[in-house]
T-cell receptor, first 114, second 113 residues
Framework: NAGVMQNPRHLVRRRGQEARLRCSPMKGHSHVYWYRQLPEEGLKFMVYLQKENIIDESGMPKERFSAEFPKEGPSILRIQQVVRGDSAAYFC????????????FGSGTQLSVL | AQSVAQPEDQVNVAEGNPLTVKCTYSVSGNPYLFWYVQYPNRGLQFLLKYITGDNLVKGSYGFEAEFNKSQTSFHLKKPSALVSDSALYFCAVRDSSASKIIFGSGTRLSIRP
């Protein structure tokens, strides 16, 4: 049973480009969370999704950021027109049920904006 | 609104000594509390959780945590530290009336031989 898979592991973008981060949850998990981690800082909640639904996006910037978790395929975190301040590690986590369950984390995507 | 605080950026302990990593929280409903550990260049790994029941929760790698409702704390403890315990530790909380899990800023635990 493969764990949570995130790709790419490292992503380099120039300012103004788009970044797409992918997350395949563990088999049987229908709940996905995205977090952002800046160097020497904690994890900042971004968005919580279930299949085809956004449950809580209170941590997502209002502009340029979007997330989806379609019926088929991975969850996608999309950042349009990236800026240097978007450089961070982005972690995805999944769980089989609501948030009382423990989360299983992927290894993260390190986004670097030049 | 829910929040969680880890007041110590770093904790230094000699191997074999007991360790404590502090965490306090604020929620409006009943808390669901978690501890996770992060090793360099890795995602977080679950250590233990408190939902209901016994205030002392035992988890992975010999760690335990005590839920204290009056002090709104959930400190992580281990009776005898190992060098391999050196890592970044995160406390997390979810309000029973909310959907998201939020994390503290993390505490770097350093165990010296």
């Amino acid at each position: 049973n493969a764990g949570v898979m995130q790709n790419p592991r490292h992503l380099v973008r120039r300012r103004g480009q788009e970044a797409r981060l992918r997350c395949s949850p563990m088999k049987g998990h229908s709940h996905v969370y995205w977090y952002r981690q800046l160097p020497e800082e904690g994890l900042k909640f971004m968005v919580y999704l279930q299949k085809e639904n956004i449950i809580d996006e209170s941590g997502m910037p209002k502009e340029r950021f979007s997330a989806e978790f379609p019926k088929e395929g991975p969850s996608i975190l999309r950042i349009q027109q990236v800026v240097r301040g978007d450089s961070a590690a982005y972690f995805c986590a999944s769980s089989p049920g609501p948030s009382g369950e423990k989360l299983f984390f992927g290894s993260g995507t390190q986004l670097s904006v030049l | 609104a829910q929040s969680v605080a880890q007041p110590e950026d770093q904790v230094n302990v000699a191997e074999g000594n007991p360790l404590t990593v502090k965490c306090t929280y604020s929620v409006s409903g009943n808390p669901y509390l978690f501890w996770y550990v992060q090793y360099p260049n890795r995602g977080l790994q679950f250590l233990l959780k408190y939902i209901t029941g016994d205030n002392l929760v035992k988890g992975s790698y010999g760690f335990e945590a005590e839920f204290n409702k009056s002090q709104t704390s959930f400190h992580l403890k281990k009776p005898s530290a190992l060098v391999s315990d050196s890592a970044l530790y995160f406390c997390a909380v979810r309000d029973s009336s909310a959907s998201k899990i939020i994390f503290g800023s993390g505490t770097r635990l350093s165990i010296r031989p």
